[in-house]
């Protein structure tokens, strides 16, 4: 079972990268997944969406081809989300404007969200509210709120808060454990064919 991680931070370092780093590990340790991927979007490395994409220009198939590969092989996702400004980075909006049914469709994918002080919930709601509408990507419901990140899930323990670090690194086994079940169960349904879009492309 093969898990990707998407880190939706622009910034190089970030502290999305750090968690997702945890995350994927801890998807290897405690055998919930066989592989995972962490593809970071630091440093905006896909264009903005423009409709070359829909003309099938050599640009964008030479971009995207190879990550569109990655995200089909795949069973399942994490999305990491940092909030800025109370939203979702506009890196990661756009990376659901350029992924279709074919890469995301009917898998599960685990939220992530990241403040450096008490925030983290409204990136959970925007991602829930419209992320999913045409490439029908499945959030479980489970998520998790990484809080004061700064303080916990790093690789130096003398700069994490024991407690909270302890919690956060059990939640990520537990959400991780669900993620993985989801995964398991909805590839069957993908191979049922009852998920076919040929007629209904775009959700409503």
């Known amino acids: 079972m093969k898990i990707m991680l998407i880190s939706g931070s622009h910034r190089a370092h970030s502290q999305s990268d750090k968690v997702a780093q945890v995350i994927a590990r801890s998807l290897l340790d405690n055998n919930q997944a066989t592989a995972t991927e962490v593809f970071s979007l630091a440093g905006n490395p896909l264009p903005l969406w423009d409709e070359g994409i829909w003309q099938g220009e050599a640009k964008w198939q030479t971009l995207l081809n190879p990550l569109s590969e990655k995200l089909a092989e795949s069973d399942g996702f994490v999305i990491i989300s940092p909030e800025w400004h109370g939203q979702v980075p506009a890196g990661l909006k756009n990376f659901f404007l350029l992924w279709g049914a074919d890469e995301l469709a009917h898998k599960p994918a685990l939220i992530v969200t990241v403040s450096s002080s008490d925030g983290g919930a409204y990136p959970v709601a925007e991602l829930r509210m419209s992320s999913y509408k045409n490439?029908?990507?499945?959030?479980?419901?489970?998520?998790?709120?990484?809080?004061?990140?700064?303080?916990?899930?790093?690789?130096?323990?003398?700069?994490?808060?024991?407690?909270?670090?302890?919690?956060?690194?059990?939640?990520?086994?537990?959400?991780?454990?669900?993620?993985?079940?989801?995964?398991?169960?909805?590839?069957?349904?993908?191979?049922?064919?009852?998920?076919?879009?040929?007629?209904?492309?775009?959700?409503?």
């Open 135 to 204: 490439n029908r990507i499945c959030y479980i419901p489970e998520h998790i709120i990484v809080r004061n990140v700064e303080s916990v899930l790093n690789e130096d323990a003398n700069k994490n808060k024991p407690e909270a670090d302890a919690y956060f690194r059990d939640r990520i086994i537990y959400a991780g454990g669900i993620l993985c079940a989801y995964a398991a169960a909805l590839k069957g349904v993908r191979e049922s064919g009852i998920t076919r879009t040929e007629v209904f492309r775009f959700g409503m």
